[in-house]
Nanobody, 118 residues
Framework: QVQLVESGGGLVQAGGSLRLSCAAS????????MGWFRQAPGKEREFVATINWSAGNTDYADSVKGRFTISRDNAKNTVYLEMNSLKPEDTAVYYC???????????WGQGTQVTVSS
């Protein structure tokens, strides 16, 4: 079983920044892509950003384009989400997700809380 370990959440004022990290526990785990999703209270989980593991191609939700940046460290099996110019509406639990290479198997992290105060 692969575990995704997230870190970096917290409380920040509007306009501030946070950096989330997510590491896959098994070094031999072959990854196709990793991404971030978020879920605010009373809302469905939504896509935030994703990155292709080999090519590095990225995609973002319109709501975070220009403010968030996803990146990866292949050697560490770790994905990052740099979040700048945070808004109160970015408040949510942020989840990391990994897609295993050559499959449609997905793994989820436990989630990390991000709270942006106005």
């Amino acid at each position: 079983q692969v575990q995704l370990v997230e870190s970096g959440g917290g409380l920040v004022q509007a306009g501030g920044s946070l950096r989330l990290s997510c590491a896959a526990s098994k070094p031999a785990f072959s990854i196709y892509a990793m991404g971030w999703f978020r879920q605010a209270p009373g809302k469905e989980r939504e896509f935030v950003a994703t990155i292709n593991w080999s090519a590095g191609n990225t995609d973002y939700a319109d709501s975070v384009k220009g403010r968030f940046t996803i990146s990866r460290d292949n050697a560490k099996n770790t994905v990052y989400l740099e979040m700048n110019s945070l808004k109160p509406e970015d408040t949510a639990v942020y989840y990391c997700r990994a897609r295993r290479a050559y499959t449609t198997i997905y793994y989820w992290g436990q989630g990390t809380q991000v709270t942006v105060s106005s």
